[in-house]
């Protein structure tokens, strides 16, 4: 019980760094190794958590994280990059230094804030419960920064990285049901995105959601 909890310990470290990554990450390609690598840490948290507490249905869950988080959207997400023909670096909104003090003051707040849960949780995973909660910021924190509609996209999916983190750490995992059906809606979701950038790019030439705000502000 003390090695698996360790060992979800470690996994969560490494879901947190890569959360830190995405955010100070500047190509695109690297934003897509990134997200995989973090797909693969939550897809073997689940499993970790799903041996320990005898949750069968969690085997399932860190099998379609693996193929839907680390192969399946990665390599859609490649193949819009790929057509789209982005390949400069990602702009931000803020700088790195100002967007890591801001990544460090969400994990101090989401630790004081789920202080009162891990001292009350009997769980194995109450120790993660507040690195699952930063993880969520941090994706917000993305999505807020950055000014590419792909990259926003990214830190959408890193977001929900976190949510689904949070549900294995407060709960072990949500009813099979609902998670066959949240990474049904993931995997359409990708195929709208994909279409919704294609227009964009059509249509305003860009995908930098700044130069769409300034056509709006014209007209």
Do not use: C
């Not at 990602?90 to 789920?114: D, K, Q, R």
């Not at 049904?184 to 990708?190: G, K, Q, R, S, T």
């Amino acid at each position: 019980m003390n090695l698996a909890a360790q060992i979800n310990s470690i996994l969560a470290a490494l879901i947190l760094l890569t959360a830190f990554g995405l955010l100070v990450q500047r190509r695109i390609y690297g934003l897509l190794h990134l997200f995989a690598w973090q797909g693969l840490f939550l897809s073997i948290s689940t499993a970790v958590v799903g041996y320990t507490a005898g949750a069968h249905h969690l085997y399932i869950s860190s099998v379609l994280t693996l193929l839907l988080k680390v192969l399946l959207l990665p390599y859609i997400l490649y193949v819009l990059i790929h057509r789209l023909q982005i390949h400069k670096d990602v702009e931000t909104m803020l700088n790195v230094p100002t967007t890591m003090l801001i990544g460090i003051a969400l994990v101090i707040f989401s630790y004081h804030l789920t202080s009162p849960i891990r001292e009350l949780s009997t769980l194995v995973t109450r120790s993660t419960l507040a690195v699952a909660l930063a993880t969520v910021m941090l994706g917000l924190l993305m999505m807020i920064t950055r000014r590419n509609a792909v990259t926003q996209i990214i830190g959408f999916l890193a977001m929900e990285n976190g949510l689904f983190f949070a549900a294995t750490s407060a709960t072990y995992g949500m009813p099979l049901v609902v998670e066959l059906g949240v990474a049904l809606d993931i995997l359409i979701a990708a195929f709208i995105f994909g279409i919704f950038f294609f227009h964009i790019r059509t249509t305003f030439d860009s995908l930098d959601v700044e130069q769409m705000n300034r056509l709006k502000e014209e007209d």
